[in-house]
Nanobody, 114 residues
Framework: QVQLVESGGGLVQPGGSLRLSCAASGSIFNAMTWYRQAPGKQRELVAAIPRGGITTYADSVKGRFTVSRDNAKNTMYLQMNSLKLEDTAVYYC??????????WGQGTQVTVSS
């Protein structure tokens, strides 16, 4: 059974940092991606990391967020620095297996507030 479990969300002040984790199990995953959805807005791509390729970022997070993965642990990370109020959202992990079937985690809340 495939499972994606996000962790690491929380409340942080503007300018602070958080590190999200997505622990995947039950399959071998190629592309792994972080998405986020703020209240009243559509879900948007934040950062993507293929199994052995080039990472991509939304323009709004470039230079502040860093995506990485540990294939041995089947885990993806998102290091978020210099957090802004507009980064407040539920962050979701998405992973595609070798058959390009996609799976989603349950999401983790990130709240940036003073």
């Amino acid at each position: 059974q495939v499972q994606l479990v996000e962790s690491g969300g929380g409340l942080v002040q503007p300018g602070g940092s958080l590190r999200l984790s997505c622990a995947a199990s039950g399959s071998i995953f190629n592309a792994m991606t972080w998405y986020r959805q703020a209240p009243g807005k559509q879900r948007e791509l934040v950062a993507a990391i293929p199994r052995g390729g080039i990472t991509t970022y939304a323009d709004s997070v470039k230079g502040r967020f860093t995506v990485s993965r540990d294939n041995a642990k089947n885990t993806m990370y998102l290091q978020m620095n210099s957090l802004k109020l507009e980064d407040t959202a539920v962050y979701y992990c998405n992973a595609a297996n070798i058959f390009n079937r996609e799976y989603w985690g349950q999401g983790t809340q990130v709240t940036v507030s003073s």
